[in-house]
């Protein structure tokens, strides 16, 4: 009886011991192709046509969201300026609420999470800050 035990003991060691498998190496992301690249520059385009020239932040809320990315972005492009003009847009930038938008996003998605175009447009508003 000793001896089945102890086989059975060495088995149990011996698969024990055994070098697990490799984990599979993640696949890298698919490339952007020129026709997603173009799509894309022409969401921005209308995004930027629609908001920059808003000076009011919309009601609605993804809207806003929206808005805030395309004037945080604008106000991105102004940093560098000087020290004056840096400390002014850094206000807004504050203001806006720029360093928020992403945990907004994500917040607002799980609160519209049966709104299916509320969703698709808030997954768009993630997938260009995705990186």
């Known amino acids: 009886m000793s001896r089945i035990i102890v086989i059975g003991l060495t088995a149990v060691l011996l698969a024990a ?3 697990a498998a490799e984990p599979a190496a993640p696949e890298a992301p698919a490339p952007i192709t020129a026709t997603d690249q173009a799509a894309q520059d022409a969401v921005w385009a209308a995004l ?3 908001y920059l020239g ?10 806003a969201l929206e808005w805030r990315e395309v004037h945080c972005n604008f106000l991105g492009g102004e940093i ?6 840096d400390r002014a ?3 807004r930038i504050e203001e806006i609420g720029c360093m928020r938008q992403l945990e907004d996003a994500q917040a607002l998605k799980a609160t519209r999470m049966t709104d299916t175009a509320a969703v698709a447009r808030l997954d768009a508003f993630l997938s260009r800050h995705d990186g």
């Open 17 to 19: 011991c055994q070098p």
């Open 54 to 63: 808003m000076e009011t932040v919309p009601s609605d809320p993804i809207e």
């Open 89 to 91: 847009v850094n206000a």
């Open 80 to 85: 560098g300026g000087g020290a004056e003009q």
């Open 48 to 50: 930027e046509e629609r």
